[in-house]
């Protein structure tokens, strides 16, 4: 978050002195700053701590149908089957490809219903931020200060809850060595809130959300190369990188 607002903040003062602004639009992308940066990832990763990442991750990537649908709702935007039938095959693709890659590591295991029911709520929450986004995004205002406002105030929020609790970390606890990486992080981070925010902005919750899904596609392929512990790729891992590629190409063709 820091990254980030080092980053919007200029950039909205640089390129949008005169911004456009209402009190609906300010509303808006505030909310899903709170909404999609603080709420949904407490959630995450609370239901993480009592399921693991493993299995979390299928239950996040049921987002986009609660995004479609949210989108359909509140945004009066148009479904086709087609669309639906694509966001169906994105979110069981990635799916696929959580249980094949956890599944030797789960067995016998139960799973505690808590982790679900903090996960089921982090997903639907999720889904909400594009919503709020876009709301924003029609009354004028522009995507470089939509989210200077909304990194702006999850990061309020944070900073005034760690601060609360005495935890507020500081730059000499994270080793020089790790530093980098995390704001490295931080600037991939910034990019994909750019292009994902200006995708909102030229195209429809609909389309964009399950598209940006497959992103796990190029984490898999990034994990595959530089993490030594990444596992193999295997026949049902290929299966389902296809039903992803296919339900991406089915939502572009179909919307």
Not at 146 to 161: C, D, H
Request: proline share 5%.
């Amino acid at each position: 978050m820091a990254v980030n607002l080092a980053v919007f903040a200029p950039l909205a003062l640089v390129f949008d002195p005169n911004p456009t602004l209402t009190p609906r639009s300010v509303l808006a992308f505030a909310a899903a700053g709170v909404v999609g940066t603080m709420i949904g990832w407490a959630l995450f990763y609370a239901g993480i701590k009592w399921i693991g990442a493993s299995r979390a991750e299928p239950i996040r990537a049921s987002m986009p149908l609660h995004a479609t649908v949210f989108a359909a709702v509140f945004l009066r935007e148009v479904v086709t089957p087609e669309q639906f039938v694509g966001v169906v095959l994105i979110v069981a693709g990635i799916a696929l490809i959580t249980w094949d890659g956890s599944r030797t590591d789960v067995a016998g295991e139960e799973t505690p219903w808590v982790g679900l029911a903090l996960l089921l709520p982090a997903a639907v929450v999720f889904a909400v931020e594009p919503v709020l986004a876009t709301i924003g995004l029609r009354e004028g205002t522009s995507v470089v200060v939509g989210l200077a406002i909304k990194t702006g105030s999850a990061t309020a929020l944070f900073v005034g809850y760690l601060a609360w609790t005495g935890s507020l970390p500081k730059l000499r606890m994270i080793p020089r060595s790790e530093l980098r990486w995390y704001v490295l992080a931080g600037v991939m981070s910034t990019g994909f809130l750019l292009t994902y925010y200006a995708g909102l902005s030229a195209s429809r919750v609909g389309i964009v959300v399950p598209i940006m899904q497959t992103s796990q596609l190029i984490v898999l392929a990034f994990s595959a190369v530089f993490l030594r512990d990444a596992k193999r790729v295997t026949l049902p891992l290929l299966f389902s990188v296809l039903v992803v590629v296919l339900g991406a190409v089915t939502v572009t063709l179909g919307g």
